[in-house]
């Protein structure tokens, strides 16, 4: 299990070592002995606050990219391999090419 961020390993660690990601926003520290979950499975996924649905072009794609560029500064894509995307056709061409795949399986997040 990581360090919590109260704790002095964590506190020490931090003061010696600074992650930060292409955009120079903090990334977190390394996670040592981590090692893979097992990966869900791509069906709907219902719980109390949202549904979880594996991605798909002609359901998702859209409202997706309509979402994403009402981030200006580009921070949501800090995590990701991929993006952000200069217009609605290079989104959905890049959809296109994941829908379907199991790695990485991708879920649309609804309410």
Same mark, same amino acid.
């Given at each position: 299990?990581?360090?919590?961020p109260?704790? =002095? #390993? #964590? $506190?020490?660690v931090m003061r010696h070592m600074?992650?930060?990601n292409d955009l120079g926003q903090p990334i977190g520290y390394p996670v040592p002995n981590w090692t893979p979950r097992r990966q869900p499975l791509a069906i709907p996924l219902v719980g109390r606050w949202c $549904?979880? =649905?594996?991605? /798909?072009l002609g359901s998702h794609a859209d409202a997706l990219y309509d979402? &994403?560029?009402?981030? /200006?500064?580009g921070g949501m894509w800090t995590y990701l391999p991929y993006g952000p995307f200069e217009d609605r056709a290079s989104y959905r061409a890049w959809v296109q090419g994941v829908v379907g $795949? /199991?790695?990485?399986?991708?879920?649309?997040?609804? &309410?």
């Amino acid at each position: 299990m990581p360090a919590s961020p109260t704790s =002095e #390993y #964590y $506190r020490a660690v931090m003061r010696h070592m600074s992650y930060t990601n292409d955009l120079g926003q903090p990334i977190g520290y390394p996670v040592p002995n981590w090692t893979p979950r097992r990966q869900p499975l791509a069906i709907p996924l219902v719980g109390r606050w949202c $549904r979880l =649905e594996p991605l /798909e072009l002609g359901s998702h794609a859209d409202a997706l990219y309509d979402a &994403n560029k009402a981030d /200006e500064q580009g921070g949501m894509w800090t995590y990701l391999p991929y993006g952000p995307f200069e217009d609605r056709a290079s989104y959905r061409a890049w959809v296109q090419g994941v829908v379907g $795949r /199991e790695d990485p399986l991708l879920f649309a997040i609804l &309410n």
